[in-house]
Nanobody, 122 residues
Framework: QVRLVESGGGLVQAGDSLRLSCAAS????????MGWFRQTPGTEREFIAA??????SYADSGKGRFTISRENAKNTVYLQMNSLKPEDTGVYYC?????????????????WGQGTQVTVSS
């Protein structure tokens, strides 16, 4: 099973940018889908973005501000986040799915990273 390690989180101000990275080892990121999810205390993991055989998919919350990309040579997936808002705060998880069914559902992902904290202050 592929191992995923996220990095790039931190504390930023509203309007700033961050780029999250997800490095895969023990496998490749040529999963059917690679996705990013966000979780805040007391909530379920929320879909943010995915990239895979069906192209790109974004949650409405990040459309126009977030961009997901992959660099196969480095076995890495990125999430570029611009114009950050306080409501973007949370732990961001990278995940890999072998399912062709809905990349927006966390239950379709079988490999997860440990998460990276993003905090956006107002």
């Amino acid at each position: 099973q592929v191992r995923l390690v996220e990095s790039g989180g931190g504390l930023v101000q509203a309007g700033d940018s961050l780029r999250l990275s997800c490095a895969a080892s023990g496998g490749t990121i040529s999963a059917v889908y690679m996705g990013w999810f966000r979780q805040t205390p007391g909530t379920e993991r929320e879909f943010i973005a995915a990239i895979g055989w069906g192209g790109h998919s974004y949650a409405d919350s990040g459309k126009g501000r977030f961009t997901i990309s992959r660099e196969n040579a480095k076995n890495t997936v990125y999430l570029q986040m611009n114009s950050l808002k306080p409501e973007d705060t949370g732990v961001y998880y990278c995940a890999a799915s072998q399912s062709y069914i809905s990349p927006r559902s966390a239950s379709n992902y079988n490999s997860w990273g440990q998460g990276t904290q993003v905090t956006v202050s107002s």
